[in-house]
């Protein structure tokens, strides 16, 4: 009996030292972008994420990191391979903001050195595109066809208003009409 409950003492915290190992661990930032975070362990099939922000505060462009584990991610393309990265864009005030995030699945493989080369390269093309006043593509698609539609219904208003003016000069026209049709025909009853 007392070799059995060891067995199973020893099973139980085997298991328990296993399950702690095959979590993932992940650098997080649990106060918010920039902040300093500390290590979370990620839920089954879990990732670790390592994101660069930028956007525009009161006509100021800024840059902000973020760091978490994340246990769903965007869709990626066939044949990726670890790590890859995603480019999100969220329209809103002063031009909306950009992020850029790679994703990794190796214990606290989201340090603050992970793909640093990539990030910098994005944040310099994408503040540099910001500074020159180019639109994310999105924008612009967003701007046009807020155009095109003000538009149809500017056009379909007119229109509107078209008819109205012109059905008042064909009533006008057609009582002209009646009453010179009128007026000849009491003349002719009167011949």
């Known amino acids: 009996m007392k070799c059995s409950t060891s067995l199973l003492l020893i099973f139980l915290y085997l298991t328990a030292l296993a399950e702690l190992s095959w979590s993932l661990k992940c650098y997080s930032d649990h106060a918010g972008p920039n902040s300093a975070g500390g290590v979370e362990e990620c839920d089954d099939n879990g990732v670790c994420s390592s994101s660069r922000i930028v956007f525009r505060e009161e006509g100021v462009l800024r840059t902000a990191a973020s760091r978490h584990c994340l246990s769903r991610t965007p869709d990626r393309t066939f044949g990726s391979e670890w790590p890859w990265c995603h480019e999100e864009w969220a329209?809103?005030?002063?031009?909306g903001m950009e992020v850029f995030t790679c994703y990794c699945r190796d214990d606290l493989c989201n340090e603050n050195t992970?793909?640093?080369?990539?990030?910098?390269?994005?944040?310099?093309v994408t503040?540099?595109?910001l500074k020159s006043g180019t639109s994310h593509p999105l924008d612009i698609v967003i701007n046009i066809a807020t155009v095109v539609v003000g538009g149809f219904f500017l056009l379909i208003v007119l229109s509107q208003i078209w008819k109205l003016i012109k059905g008042k000069k064909t009533e006008k026209e057609d009582d002209e009409d009646t009453e010179e049709n009128e007026e000849e025909e009491k003349h002719e009853k009167a011949e």
């Open 91 to 95: 329209g809103g005030d002063e031009g």
């Open 114 to 124: 992970f793909l640093l080369p990539k990030f910098n390269e994005w944040i310099s």
């Open 127 to 129: 503040r540099a595109r």
